[in-house]
């Protein structure tokens, strides 16, 4: 299985998300990513996904090794929250290396070197919109 992005959205999105993690997501601001514990309600640990923010009301869970997607929407059936949950229909790349930063210059300019630690940003690329994320 691939990586996928599982998309939250709605205006309870951050609620609905506490539902999933203890990590602390009110704070998370548009344009930043998070690394989050998903557990189960006996408190395993189903995933570890990125949990990015593109706006005010989505959220992505970017994981690979589990199916949040199903997990997300058996918790969402009676929860009475306000949310849709889908695959967000996107291809994951990963650009990784000693070379990766000057690879990234070379595409999308010099305000690569301004993304911050754990944020994540919209460019364009031959006339697509991409969401460009830092982990590192």
Request: neutral net charge; charged residues 20%; aromatic residues 6%.
């Amino acid at each position: 299985m691939g990586e996928r992005q599982v998309e939250i959205a709605g205006p309870d999105a951050v609620q609905f998300l506490q539902l999933l993690t203890p990590r602390e997501l009110t704070k998370c601001a548009v344009g930043q990513c998070k690394y989050a514990l998903i557990t189960a309600a006996d408190g395993g640990i189903l995933s570890d996904p990125i949990i990015l923010r593109p706006d005010a009301i989505r959220f992505w869970l970017s994981t690979c090794d589990a199916d949040l997607e199903l997990w997300t929407k058996g918790v969402a059936v009676h929860s009475g929250i306000d949310v849709g949950i889908c695959d967000a229909g996107v291809s994951v790349l990963q650009v990784q290396g000693p070379k990766s930063a000057a690879l990234l210059v070379d595409m999308f300019g010099a305000a690569v070197h301004a993304l911050k630690y754990y944020r994540l940003t919209t460019v364009g690329f031959a006339g697509t919109e991409l969401l460009l994320s830092r982990k590192r």
